[in-house]
C-alpha cells in the first residue's frame, strides 16, 4: 500500500518504556487519528514491544543502537513506505501528540522541511533543569553562529521531517546527539528548519543519560561534530 | 654526544627476536587472520629496533640530525608512529564497522518486522489500520 500524499508516520523510538506506551499510543490515536505509528523498540528488556504490538507497527531491534539508530529506523521505514511526513515523539511520555498539530501547521506556513517543537517562550508546562538550559543555550548560539540557523531548543525530540529530510537522514543521520547534529546536516544539506512553541511534560519515568560528568563530555562533542560539519562545507541536497 | 656501538650481544637478541616476530607475523597472515597492511606495519615495529642495531652508526647520524640527544629517543619516536598510524586506522576501522552493524541490526529489525506482519499467526496490528485503536 502507498501511503496517500501528505500521509504522516508517527516515530516513537522507545527502550524499556512499558509502563507509558500504551497510554502513549491511546493519546496519538485520539489526537492523530489519521496517522500511521511505528514503535521502533530500541532493545527493550522488558515488554515495550509486546505492549505496543496491538496498536501500532513494532519493529523490534535485536540491540541497542541508541536514540539515532532508533530514529533512523523509523525514517527507514517512512523512506520505503513513501510517507510524506514523519515525526519523532519520544516514548518516556514527554512529547504530547496534540502538539504534533503545531508542528503541521508551522510547516504549512513556512514550508519548511524539518519543524522541531521548542519547550520555550512559553509559559506554562515543563522546561528542563537550569544546567541543561545553559547547554541548550550554548548550543543554540553555536548553531547560529557556524550555521546561521536560529532554533532556540536544538536538543528537542520532538520534530516533523518532510519527504526531503526522510531521505536525508534515512541514509545519514547521526547516531550520538542526534537532536543538534541532524539540525547541522540538514543546514548543511540546503534544507530549511523552522521551530514552533510547543508544551512539554516531565519524562514519565526513567532519566536522562546526559547528567553529571556527562554533561561536560555532551557539549565537548556536539560542539566539536557541529564545528566538523561546518568545515565540510555545504553540500547539494 | 658520543658514539657507542651497541655489543654483539644485543645485536644478536634484537635479530633473534625480529626474526620469531616476523615468522610469527607471517604465519599469521598468510592464515589470512592480518592483512597485508597490517602484516608491513606490525613488522615495521621490530625492523626499526633491528636497523638501529644493523646500522649503528646512521641512526647516531640521524639522531643527530634529528636534535635528539640519544639514538633510542629517534628509535622510540619512529616507533610512536607506527604505534599511532595503527591506532588511525584501527579507529577508523571501529566506525566503519560500527557503521556497519548498525545498518545491518536496522535491516535484520524491519525484515523481522515485515515478516511478522505478513505472517498469519503473528500478533502484531495490520499495517494498514497502523495508529488506531483495535477496539
Redesign the interface.
Known sequence: MTPAEGSLLVVIPCRNEAAGIESLLGEISAELPDASVVVVDDGSTDDTADRAAPRARVVRLPLNLGIGGAVQTGLRVAARDGYAFCVQVDGDGQHPPSEVRRLLSRREETDANIVIGSRFSREPGFRSSAARRLGIRIISAWLRLLFSVNITDPTSGLRLFDRRAIELFERRYPHDFPEPISIALAVQHALRVQETTVTMRPRSHGRSSIAGWNRAGYMIRVLGSLTLIRLGGRRPS | MTFHAPTLNTTLFILVFVGVYAVLLIRSAVRERIDVYDLILLLTVGLIPAAFVVFPRTTFRLAHLAGVGFPFLLLFGALLVVVFIMLTRIIRTEAEL?KA??AM??E???L??DFD?SSPRS???D??R?????S
Open positions: 560500527r552493524v548498525v541490526t536496522q535484520i529489525a524491519l523481522r518486522g506482519a500478533g502484531q496490528a499495517p494498514r497502523r495508529g488506531q485503536d483495535p
